[in-house]
């Protein structure tokens, strides 16, 4: 069956970085297209980023755009997302999906991502 799992997350102070995974397995990775989305507290799920199934095609949300960046390897099965700069109102619950953006068919338990002094 579709397992994602994601790591990475953590508590960072304001303009710090952490590097978010995602392990896929039990589909064809390569064949997928992947995004992020997150969800902070008292709020619905936001779309964050997506990526082509060869890696060339990404998009971004523009509160994340210049800050964020998506990739992924296909031959460890794993989506990355690096996220540097980061600002309080990123603090989410951070969780990769299988889909393309609103079209998401699996996704991970998250990873949770605290940005405070």
């Known amino acids: 069956q579709v397992q994602l799992v994601e790591s990475g997350g953590g508590l960072v102070q304001p303009g710090g970085s952490l590097r978010l995974s995602c392990a896929a397995s039990g589909f064809t990775f390569s064949s997928y297209v992947m995004s992020w989305v997150r969800q902070a507290p008292g709020k619905g799920l936001e779309w964050v980023s997506t990526?082509?199934?060869?890696?060339?095609?990404?998009s971004y949300t523009d509160s994340v755009a210049g800050r964020f960046t998506i990739s992924r390897d296909n031959a460890k099965n794993t989506l990355y997302l690096q996220i540097n700069s980061l600002k309080p109102e990123d603090t989410a619950e951070y969780y990769c999906?299988?889909?393309?953006?609103?079209?998401?068919?699996?996704w991970g338990q998250g990873t949770q991502v605290t940005v405070s002094s």
């Open positions: 990526i082509g199934s060869f890696g060339t095609s990404t």
């Open positions: 999906a299988r889909g393309p953006r609103s079209r998401y068919d699996s």
